[in-house]
């Protein structure tokens, strides 16, 4: 796979935040109209609200991620490896803020998405706990100091907890009145 240019990048950066900026999210409907999690994606922005809805440690991650120094840009591809499913990359640093991209392969059920940015969130917790992580390079580091390798990339044992326990929630959860599945 191809690097995307910076320039692309910067790009869809600067879009995602226009079209995030031209949102409205009611304050009891979960996340503010600006939060750190972002995406410029409707229906992944729904997904999102409902894992926040419907999953107390989804909740918990993304406020984490919220009253850290993190921006985490949550996007879909279908250009991934076979064995990924999702994955964390730094993309940059600015004098206040980090910044991360989650990518999840599509297609894939709404269930499985929400399982799997909570879990990309987790690893973003514990990016946002680890402040000598500034670059591509030092995640790595960080990942070869506490987590494992699987063979398609590098993980940690709270984030695999933190899907199961997310799934679970999900499942048990009350469905919402849409009745989206």
């Known amino acids: 796979m191809r690097p995307v240019p910076r320039r692309a990048r910067c790009l869809v950066t600067f879009v995602s935040c226009v079209l995030l900026a031209a949102s409205k999210t009611p304050a009891s409907d979960g996340p503010a109209p600006m939060p750190h999690v972002r995406t410029a994606h409707a229906a992944i922005r729904e997904l ?19 009253g850290s120094d993190l921006i985490v840009y949550v996007e879909t591809t279908t250009l991934a490896p076979p064995e990924a499913v999702a ?3 730094y993309e940059g ?19 499985a998405l929400i399982v799997l940015v909570g879990h990309e969130l987790q690893h973003a917790t514990e990016v946002a706990a680890a402040s000598d992580v500034r670059d ?13 390798w699987s063979g398609a990339g590098w993980d940690s044992a709270a984030a695999r907890l933190v899907s ?3 799934r679970d929630e999900m499942r048990s959860a009350v469905q919402p009145a849409s009745g989206r599945r």
Not at 93 to 98: C, D, G, H, K, W
Not at 136 to 148: F, I, K, N, P, V
């Open 93 to 111: 640093t600015s004098p206040v803020n980090r910044f991360l991209r989650i990518f999840v392969k599509v297609p894939t059920s709404d269930e």
């Open 48 to 66: 999102i609200r409902e894992g926040y809805r419907r999953s107390p440690t989804f909740r918990s991650l993304f406020d984490t991620v919220e």
């Open 87 to 89: 994955w964390l990359q």
């Open 136 to 148: 591509q390079h030092s995640l790595e580091a960080l990942y070869r100091r506490t987590g494992d």
């Open 164 to 166: 199961k326990i997310v």
